[in-house]
Protein backbone atom coordinates (compact mmCIF):
# COMPACT_ATOMS: atom_id res chain seq x y z
CA UNK A 1 0.00 0.00 0.00
CA UNK A 2 1.20 3.44 -0.87
CA UNK A 3 1.41 5.68 2.18
CA UNK A 4 2.23 8.87 0.71
CA UNK A 5 1.99 9.91 -2.85
CA UNK A 6 2.73 13.72 -4.16
CA UNK A 7 2.30 15.04 -7.93
CA UNK A 8 4.22 18.13 -8.54
CA UNK A 9 4.08 19.17 -5.27
CA UNK A 10 5.06 22.61 -4.97
CA UNK A 11 5.47 25.36 -2.10
CA UNK A 12 6.07 28.79 -1.81
CA UNK A 13 7.13 30.96 1.08
CA UNK A 14 6.24 34.65 -0.39
CA UNK A 15 8.76 34.44 -3.57
CA UNK A 16 11.08 31.86 -2.04
CA UNK A 17 9.96 28.64 -3.99
CA UNK A 18 10.81 25.66 -1.45
CA UNK A 19 9.55 22.57 -3.24
CA UNK A 20 9.34 22.83 -7.08
CA UNK A 21 7.05 20.36 -8.51
CA UNK A 22 8.17 17.17 -6.30
CA UNK A 23 6.59 13.64 -7.73
CA UNK A 24 7.18 10.64 -5.22
CA UNK A 25 5.15 7.65 -3.65
CA UNK A 26 6.55 6.17 -0.70
CA UNK A 27 5.12 2.81 0.39
CA UNK A 28 3.93 1.07 3.69
CA UNK A 29 6.24 -0.15 6.06
CA UNK A 30 9.56 1.11 4.91
CA UNK A 31 11.80 3.12 6.45
CA UNK A 32 13.35 5.83 4.40
CA UNK A 33 16.29 8.20 4.27
CA UNK A 34 15.39 12.35 3.55
CA UNK A 35 18.71 13.28 2.57
CA UNK A 36 19.56 17.05 0.63
CA UNK A 37 21.85 20.00 1.42
CA UNK A 38 20.37 23.16 3.45
CA UNK A 39 17.06 24.27 1.81
CA UNK A 40 16.72 21.85 -0.44
CA UNK A 41 12.98 21.64 0.83
CA UNK A 42 13.12 18.07 3.19
CA UNK A 43 11.37 19.79 6.37
CA UNK A 44 8.89 21.57 4.00
CA UNK A 45 7.73 18.84 2.52
CA UNK A 46 7.71 16.83 6.17
CA UNK A 47 5.47 20.06 7.20
CA UNK A 48 3.44 19.44 4.57
CA UNK A 49 2.89 15.44 5.40
CA UNK A 50 1.75 16.38 8.49
CA UNK A 51 -0.38 18.76 7.42
CA UNK A 52 1.23 21.47 9.56
CA UNK A 53 1.17 23.50 6.25
CA UNK A 54 -0.78 23.73 2.77
CA UNK A 55 1.00 23.33 -0.50
CA UNK A 56 0.54 25.95 -2.99
CA UNK A 57 0.24 23.74 -5.56
CA UNK A 58 0.23 20.09 -6.84
CA UNK A 59 -1.10 17.38 -5.26
CA UNK A 60 -0.35 15.62 -2.54
CA UNK A 61 -2.19 12.25 -0.39
CA UNK A 62 -1.36 10.83 2.79
CA UNK A 63 -3.02 7.41 3.76
CA UNK A 64 -5.27 8.82 0.98
CA UNK A 65 -6.44 11.72 2.10
CA UNK A 66 -5.18 15.44 1.43
CA UNK A 67 -3.12 16.12 4.99
CA UNK A 68 -3.91 19.87 5.69
CA UNK A 69 -6.33 20.20 8.20
CA UNK A 70 -6.94 16.69 8.42
CA UNK A 71 -8.21 14.41 11.15
CA UNK A 72 -6.97 11.24 9.82
CA UNK A 73 -3.40 11.91 9.11
CA UNK A 74 -3.15 13.95 12.02
CA UNK A 75 -4.12 10.63 14.09
CA UNK A 76 -2.12 8.56 12.04
CA UNK A 77 1.12 11.10 11.91
CA UNK A 78 3.47 12.05 14.58
CA UNK A 79 6.40 14.79 13.39
CA UNK A 80 8.97 14.83 15.46
CA UNK A 81 11.17 18.14 15.06
CA UNK A 82 13.36 20.86 16.80
CA UNK A 83 10.63 23.50 17.21
CA UNK A 84 7.95 21.27 19.04
CA UNK A 85 5.75 23.44 21.10
CA UNK A 86 5.42 21.15 24.26
CA UNK A 87 3.48 22.84 26.93
CA UNK A 88 5.97 24.63 29.54
CA UNK A 89 2.89 24.43 32.46
CA UNK A 90 3.58 20.56 32.39
CA UNK A 91 6.49 18.43 33.44
CA UNK A 92 8.20 15.63 31.44
CA UNK A 93 5.66 12.90 32.90
CA UNK A 94 2.71 15.18 32.70
CA UNK A 95 3.29 15.64 28.97
CA UNK A 96 4.31 12.14 28.70
CA UNK A 97 0.69 11.50 30.00
CA UNK A 98 -0.87 13.86 28.30
CA UNK A 99 0.64 12.53 24.33
CA UNK A 100 -0.48 8.98 25.67
CA UNK A 101 -4.16 10.58 25.36
CA UNK A 102 -3.66 12.07 21.55
CA UNK A 103 -2.38 8.11 19.97
CA UNK A 104 -4.05 5.09 19.77
CA UNK A 105 -0.94 2.75 19.76
CA UNK A 106 0.71 4.92 22.47
CA UNK A 107 3.13 2.14 24.74
CA UNK A 108 3.43 3.94 28.24
CA UNK A 109 5.54 1.13 29.22
CA UNK A 110 7.98 1.92 26.73
CA UNK A 111 8.03 5.52 26.96
CA UNK A 112 8.90 5.01 30.65
CA UNK A 113 11.37 2.45 30.10
CA UNK A 114 13.07 4.93 27.73
CA UNK A 115 12.67 7.42 30.18
CA UNK A 116 14.37 5.78 33.18
CA UNK A 117 16.90 4.51 30.80
CA UNK A 118 18.08 8.23 29.51
CA UNK A 119 17.63 9.30 33.14
CA UNK A 120 15.26 11.86 32.70
CA UNK A 121 13.82 13.37 35.61
CA UNK A 122 9.90 13.44 35.63
CA UNK A 123 9.80 16.37 37.68
CA UNK A 124 11.66 18.43 35.45
CA UNK A 125 10.48 21.10 32.92
CA UNK A 126 10.79 20.88 29.34
CA UNK A 127 11.96 23.95 28.84
CA UNK A 128 15.18 23.05 31.09
CA UNK A 129 16.60 20.71 28.97
CA UNK A 130 19.84 21.02 26.82
CA UNK A 131 20.00 20.57 23.42
CA UNK A 132 20.44 17.40 23.18
CA UNK A 133 18.17 15.87 26.31
CA UNK A 134 15.48 17.82 24.15
CA UNK A 135 16.02 15.78 20.88
CA UNK A 136 15.97 12.61 23.20
CA UNK A 137 12.71 13.37 25.13
CA UNK A 138 11.43 14.28 21.45
CA UNK A 139 12.53 10.85 20.01
CA UNK A 140 10.68 8.59 23.17
CA UNK A 141 7.26 10.71 22.13
CA UNK A 142 7.87 9.72 18.55
CA UNK A 143 8.98 5.96 19.25
CA UNK A 144 6.31 5.58 21.97
CA UNK A 145 3.53 6.50 19.56
CA UNK A 146 3.96 4.03 17.39
CA UNK A 147 2.22 5.92 14.97
CA UNK A 148 1.92 4.24 11.08
CA UNK A 149 3.37 7.16 9.63
CA UNK A 150 6.12 8.50 12.28
CA UNK A 151 8.20 11.38 10.68
CA UNK A 152 11.68 12.19 11.77
CA UNK A 153 13.41 15.77 10.95
CA UNK A 154 16.84 15.83 12.23
CA UNK A 155 15.98 13.85 15.74
CA UNK A 156 19.38 13.56 16.87
CA UNK A 157 20.42 17.35 16.68
CA UNK A 158 22.14 17.79 19.39
CA UNK A 159 22.56 14.78 20.95
CA UNK A 160 25.96 12.91 21.83
CA UNK A 161 27.69 10.05 20.06
CA UNK A 162 26.40 7.56 22.73
CA UNK A 163 22.87 8.99 22.86
CA UNK A 164 22.18 8.88 18.84
CA UNK A 165 23.69 4.97 19.18
CA UNK A 166 21.41 3.87 21.17
CA UNK A 167 18.31 5.65 19.42
CA UNK A 168 19.23 4.03 16.03
CA UNK A 169 19.13 0.79 17.97
CA UNK A 170 15.82 1.63 19.37
CA UNK A 171 14.48 2.80 16.57
CA UNK A 172 15.26 -0.26 14.88
CA UNK A 173 14.25 -2.79 17.49
CA UNK A 174 10.71 -1.47 18.06
CA UNK A 175 10.24 -1.51 13.95
CA UNK A 176 11.37 -4.89 13.78
CA UNK A 177 8.61 -5.58 16.51
CA UNK A 178 5.91 -2.65 15.01
CA UNK A 179 6.56 -2.39 11.70
CA UNK A 180 5.45 1.01 10.51
CA UNK A 181 6.36 3.67 7.87
CA UNK A 182 9.00 5.89 9.01
CA UNK A 183 10.91 8.90 7.48
CA UNK A 184 13.90 10.16 8.80
CA UNK A 185 15.73 12.95 7.45
CA UNK A 186 19.79 13.29 8.65
CA UNK A 187 22.74 15.04 8.16
CA UNK A 188 24.47 11.89 8.72
CA UNK A 189 23.40 9.28 5.99
CA UNK A 190 26.63 7.51 7.19
CA UNK A 191 25.17 6.96 10.60
CA UNK A 192 21.98 6.16 9.39
CA UNK A 193 22.18 4.45 6.00
CA UNK A 194 22.41 0.61 7.49
CA UNK A 195 18.73 1.28 9.08
CA UNK A 196 17.78 2.52 5.58
CA UNK A 197 15.74 0.58 3.39
CA UNK A 198 15.24 3.34 0.80
CA UNK A 199 17.33 6.61 0.00
CA UNK A 200 15.38 10.06 -1.19
CA UNK A 201 17.60 12.61 -2.18
CA UNK A 202 16.53 15.62 -2.66
CA UNK A 203 17.82 19.01 -4.85
CA UNK A 204 16.27 22.22 -5.07
CA UNK A 205 13.12 21.11 -4.42
CA UNK A 206 12.60 18.54 -6.38
CA UNK A 207 13.57 14.13 -5.91
CA UNK A 208 16.73 13.92 -7.29
CA UNK A 209 17.20 10.06 -7.11
CA UNK A 210 14.65 7.50 -4.63
CA UNK A 211 16.31 4.59 -4.58
CA UNK A 212 16.86 1.43 -2.62
CA UNK A 213 19.69 2.13 -0.09
CA UNK A 214 21.21 -0.76 -1.30
CA UNK A 215 21.61 0.05 -4.87
CA UNK A 216 22.31 3.19 -3.79
CA UNK A 217 26.18 1.82 -3.01
CA UNK A 218 26.72 0.80 -5.96
CA UNK A 219 25.44 3.82 -7.98
CA UNK A 220 28.46 5.29 -8.64
CA UNK A 221 31.95 4.24 -9.00
CA UNK A 222 35.48 5.64 -8.26
CA UNK A 223 38.48 5.35 -10.48
CA UNK A 224 41.65 6.44 -9.73
CA UNK A 225 45.03 6.40 -11.88
CA UNK A 226 46.78 7.87 -14.46
CA UNK A 227 45.23 11.40 -15.58
CA UNK A 228 45.24 10.09 -19.45
CA UNK A 229 44.26 6.52 -18.45
CA UNK A 230 41.40 7.33 -16.25
CA UNK A 231 40.23 9.79 -18.76
CA UNK A 232 40.22 6.87 -21.28
CA UNK A 233 37.38 5.16 -19.05
CA UNK A 234 35.29 8.83 -18.34
CA UNK A 235 35.09 10.44 -21.61
CA UNK A 236 31.88 8.89 -22.53
CA UNK A 237 30.52 8.96 -19.32
CA UNK A 238 28.38 11.63 -16.98
CA UNK A 239 31.10 12.67 -14.53
CA UNK A 240 30.50 13.22 -11.23
CA UNK A 241 33.11 14.52 -9.59
CA UNK A 242 36.59 15.08 -9.99
CA UNK A 243 39.71 15.59 -8.12
CA UNK A 244 43.29 15.42 -9.42
CA UNK A 245 45.72 13.61 -7.30
CA UNK A 246 48.97 15.16 -7.99
CA UNK A 247 50.74 15.68 -11.49
CA UNK A 248 49.39 12.97 -13.05
CA UNK A 249 46.82 11.17 -10.77
CA UNK A 250 42.64 11.61 -11.07
CA UNK A 251 39.98 10.26 -9.38
CA UNK A 252 36.53 10.24 -10.90
CA UNK A 253 33.50 9.18 -9.96
CA UNK A 254 30.93 8.23 -12.26
CA UNK A 255 27.58 6.25 -12.68
CA UNK A 256 28.61 2.03 -11.72
CA UNK A 257 27.26 0.95 -15.37
CA UNK A 258 30.53 -1.18 -15.93
CA UNK A 259 30.52 -4.75 -16.65
CA UNK A 260 33.24 -7.22 -14.85
CA UNK A 261 35.28 -7.77 -17.91
CA UNK A 262 35.67 -4.15 -18.02
CA UNK A 263 36.86 -3.52 -14.76
CA UNK A 264 39.53 -6.62 -15.03
CA UNK A 265 40.51 -5.14 -18.07
CA UNK A 266 41.30 -1.71 -16.52
CA UNK A 267 42.79 -3.28 -13.69
CA UNK A 268 45.35 -4.82 -15.33
CA UNK A 269 46.56 -1.36 -16.72
CA UNK A 270 47.04 -0.12 -13.04
CA UNK A 271 43.27 1.67 -12.80
CA UNK A 272 42.07 1.08 -8.98
CA UNK A 273 38.53 1.25 -8.62
CA UNK A 274 36.81 1.93 -5.67
CA UNK A 275 33.13 1.93 -4.50
CA UNK A 276 31.57 5.39 -3.55
CA UNK A 277 29.68 5.58 -0.27
CA UNK A 278 26.20 7.04 -0.07
CA UNK A 279 27.52 9.44 2.19
CA UNK A 280 29.76 10.71 -0.33
CA UNK A 281 28.05 10.58 -3.27
CA UNK A 282 25.18 12.61 -2.07
CA UNK A 283 27.51 15.08 -1.36
CA UNK A 284 28.51 14.75 -5.13
CA UNK A 285 24.66 15.04 -6.76
CA UNK A 286 23.77 17.71 -4.87
CA UNK A 287 27.07 20.32 -5.35
CA UNK A 288 26.91 22.89 -7.44
CA UNK A 289 30.60 22.45 -8.87
CA UNK A 290 31.80 19.51 -10.22
CA UNK A 291 35.42 20.14 -8.15
CA UNK A 292 33.41 20.93 -4.83
CA UNK A 293 35.14 23.58 -2.74
CA UNK A 294 38.70 23.08 -3.89
CA UNK A 295 37.71 24.63 -7.27
CA UNK A 296 36.78 28.57 -4.94
CA UNK A 297 40.83 27.97 -4.10
CA UNK A 298 41.86 27.40 -7.75
CA UNK A 299 41.02 30.29 -9.57
CA UNK A 300 44.32 31.85 -10.33
CA UNK B 1 28.08 -7.81 16.33
CA UNK B 2 29.81 -6.01 13.81
CA UNK B 3 29.63 -6.35 10.29
CA UNK B 4 31.07 -3.32 8.15
CA UNK B 5 34.88 -4.05 8.64
CA UNK B 6 35.31 -3.77 5.18
CA UNK B 7 32.89 -0.51 4.25
CA UNK B 8 33.82 -0.91 0.72
CA UNK B 9 31.30 -4.09 0.45
CA UNK B 10 27.68 -3.94 0.24
CA UNK B 11 26.21 -4.69 3.64
CA UNK B 12 23.89 -7.97 2.05
CA UNK B 13 26.87 -9.44 0.71
CA UNK B 14 28.56 -9.05 3.82
CA UNK B 15 25.47 -10.97 5.45
CA UNK B 16 25.67 -13.59 3.01
CA UNK B 17 29.15 -14.09 3.57
CA UNK B 18 29.05 -14.27 7.57
CA UNK B 19 26.01 -16.85 6.68
CA UNK B 20 28.33 -18.69 4.28
CA UNK B 21 31.00 -18.22 7.62
CA UNK B 22 28.89 -19.92 9.77
CA UNK B 23 27.69 -22.99 7.54
CA UNK B 24 31.55 -23.71 7.10
CA UNK B 25 32.10 -23.48 10.52
CA UNK B 26 29.47 -26.09 11.37
CA UNK B 27 27.14 -23.72 13.41
CA UNK B 28 24.01 -24.48 11.17
CA UNK B 29 23.67 -27.99 9.45
CA UNK B 30 22.22 -29.87 6.75
CA UNK B 31 18.26 -29.05 6.94
CA UNK B 32 18.83 -26.56 10.01
CA UNK B 33 16.49 -23.75 9.86
CA UNK B 34 18.74 -20.31 9.04
CA UNK B 35 17.98 -16.79 10.92
CA UNK B 36 15.34 -15.05 9.76
CA UNK B 37 15.46 -11.77 8.39
CA UNK B 38 14.83 -9.99 10.92
CA UNK B 39 17.24 -12.27 13.44
CA UNK B 40 19.59 -11.14 10.97
CA UNK B 41 18.65 -7.04 11.55
CA UNK B 42 18.83 -7.48 15.09
CA UNK B 43 21.97 -9.03 15.29
CA UNK B 44 23.52 -6.54 12.94
CA UNK B 45 21.74 -3.42 13.53
CA UNK B 46 20.55 -3.17 9.71
CA UNK B 47 16.88 -3.10 8.10
CA UNK B 48 15.45 -5.84 7.60
CA UNK B 49 15.04 -5.66 3.67
CA UNK B 50 18.94 -5.43 3.34
CA UNK B 51 19.34 -8.44 5.80
CA UNK B 52 16.74 -10.45 3.08
CA UNK B 53 18.65 -9.14 0.07
CA UNK B 54 21.36 -11.24 1.95
CA UNK B 55 19.80 -14.63 2.71
CA UNK B 56 17.85 -14.45 -1.10
CA UNK B 57 20.94 -14.62 -2.88
CA UNK B 58 22.22 -17.89 -0.74
CA UNK B 59 18.84 -19.21 -1.44
CA UNK B 60 19.21 -17.97 -5.44
CA UNK B 61 22.77 -20.21 -5.20
CA UNK B 62 20.50 -23.24 -3.44
CA UNK B 63 22.59 -22.65 -0.58
CA UNK B 64 19.75 -22.45 1.23
CA UNK B 65 16.28 -23.47 0.70
CA UNK B 66 12.69 -22.22 1.22
CA UNK B 67 9.91 -23.70 3.29
CA UNK B 68 6.63 -21.29 2.70
CA UNK B 69 6.12 -20.08 6.05
CA UNK B 70 8.80 -21.75 7.93
CA UNK B 71 11.90 -19.64 6.69
CA UNK B 72 15.16 -20.59 5.26
CA UNK B 73 16.86 -23.89 5.72
CA UNK B 74 20.38 -24.70 5.14
CA UNK B 75 20.28 -27.55 1.59
CA UNK B 76 22.56 -30.47 1.99
CA UNK B 77 25.28 -29.63 -0.07
CA UNK B 78 25.70 -26.53 1.04
CA UNK B 79 29.03 -26.49 2.55
CA UNK B 80 29.86 -28.72 -0.68
CA UNK B 81 28.77 -25.50 -2.65
CA UNK B 82 30.00 -22.88 -1.05
CA UNK B 83 33.77 -24.49 -0.82
CA UNK B 84 34.03 -24.62 -4.73
CA UNK B 85 32.64 -21.09 -4.86
CA UNK B 86 35.27 -19.67 -2.86
CA UNK B 87 37.86 -21.93 -4.48
CA UNK B 88 36.78 -20.84 -8.10
CA UNK B 89 35.53 -16.88 -7.69
CA UNK B 90 37.44 -15.26 -4.02
CA UNK B 91 40.35 -17.09 -3.83
CA UNK B 92 40.88 -16.99 -8.09
CA UNK B 93 40.58 -12.86 -7.75
CA UNK B 94 42.88 -12.94 -4.36
CA UNK B 95 45.52 -15.35 -6.89
CA UNK B 96 45.02 -12.28 -9.88
CA UNK B 97 45.44 -9.69 -7.14
CA UNK B 98 48.47 -11.21 -5.85
CA UNK B 99 50.48 -12.08 -9.47
CA UNK B 100 49.72 -8.21 -10.29
CA UNK B 101 50.96 -6.98 -7.00
CA UNK B 102 54.18 -8.88 -8.04
CA UNK B 103 54.48 -7.97 -11.60
CA UNK B 104 54.13 -4.38 -10.16
CA UNK B 105 57.32 -5.07 -7.33
CA UNK B 106 58.65 -7.23 -10.50
CA UNK B 107 59.23 -9.96 -8.11
CA UNK B 108 59.24 -13.05 -10.24
CA UNK B 109 57.21 -16.26 -10.81
CA UNK B 110 59.70 -18.06 -9.01
CA UNK B 111 60.15 -16.17 -6.52
CA UNK B 112 56.18 -15.81 -5.80
CA UNK B 113 55.84 -19.70 -5.96
CA UNK B 114 58.91 -19.61 -3.22
CA UNK B 115 56.42 -16.32 -1.05
CA UNK B 116 53.79 -18.74 -1.48
CA UNK B 117 55.26 -22.39 -0.32
CA UNK B 118 57.18 -20.26 2.73
CA UNK B 119 53.17 -18.57 3.73
CA UNK B 120 52.25 -22.15 3.51
CA UNK B 121 53.10 -23.57 6.95
CA UNK B 122 52.83 -27.20 5.98
CA UNK B 123 55.77 -26.82 3.51
CA UNK B 124 57.91 -25.21 5.50
CA UNK B 125 59.55 -27.99 6.49
CA UNK B 126 60.35 -29.70 2.75
Not at chain 1, 197 to 209: F, P
Not at chain 1, 243 to 263: A, C, F, I, T, W
Not at chain 2, 74 to 83: C, D, F, R
Not at chain 2, 106 to 113: D, P
Request: charged share 25%; glycine share 6%.
Amino acid sequence: MTVIECRGLTKDYGRNRALNGLTIKIEENKITGLIGRNGAGKTTLLKIIAGHIKETAGEIKVFSERPFNNLTVSANVIFIHDQMNLPTALNLMEILEAASSFYENWDQALANRLFDYFSFNPLQQYNGLSKGMKSTFHTILGLSARCPLTLLDEPTTGMDAAVRKDFYRALLKDYLAYPRSIIISSHHLNEIEDLLEDILLMKDGKEHLHLPAADFKEWAIGIQGKTGLVHEWTKEREILHTKSMGPDQSYVVVRNDLLEHELQKARATGIDFSPVTPSDLCVYLTSKSKGGIDDVFNKD
Amino acid sequence: MNLNLDGSKPIYLQVSEWLEREILNGNFGSDQKIYSQYQLAEIFNINPATAAKGLNILADENILYKKRGLGMFVAGTAKEMILNKRKNQTLKRLVQEIVLEAERLNVSKAELIDMIKAANIGEVEE
